[in-house]
């Protein structure tokens, strides 16, 4: 699978751990960046690209990382037609594809150790959209306000 892969300063050791652990599982990951280590590095630059490239590339997967994540999930949800989660656990990664068809995973370095971060990445690769209609209609609301603001009906 397609992996785009982007982040800052705030998680470069987890950054590069990641990029070899998906690479040694058989993953095309493409790297946005930061190429090199920078503390003075800004993640808009790298997560934007990363996020960018997922909804340019339909089937492609995305994993964005920072000190929290917090900033790295919030630069990726403005992309437009992406659904970027922060995860901590791999119960929240699955959720976020399975009832929300996240495209995008956002981890933070500074909370989240690379053992965690490589199973949370493993099952949000791994773990398909459920497909259930209640989701989907969920997801359609979400994209209708996204295309034109339309805030959908208040329930009779």
């Not at 040694?24 to 997560?47: C, I, L, Q, S």
């Not at 339909?58 to 920072?66: A, E, F, I, K, R």
């Not at 490589?118 to 969920?138: D, N």
Request: net charge negative.
């Amino acid at each position: 699978m397609r992996v785009h892969l982007g982040g800052d300063h705030a998680a470069w050791d987890l950054h590069q751990d990641l990029r070899a652990f998906l690479e040694a599982e058989g993953h095309d990951v493409v790297d946005h960046g930061p190429h090199t280590y920078d503390a003075a590095d800004d993640y808009p630059v790298f997560v934007l690209r990363a996020a960018e490239a997922v909804a340019a590339e339909p089937g492609s997967l995305g994993v964005v990382l920072g000190g929290s994540g917090n900033g790295e999930q919030m630069a990726a949800n403005k992309v437009a037609g992406i659904r970027a989660a922060l995860c901590y656990t791999p119960e929240l990664a699955s959720l976020a594809r399975e009832h929300n068809d996240a495209q995008v995973v956002s981890i933070g370095g500074r909370f989240t150790a690379a053992e965690e971060a490589r199973a949370i990445v493993s099952t949000f690769l791994a773990t398909a959209f459920s497909g259930e209609e209640r989701h989907a209609r969920r997801i359609e609301m979400v994209a209708g306000y996204e295309a034109d603001g339309t805030l959908p009906p208040l329930p009779a």
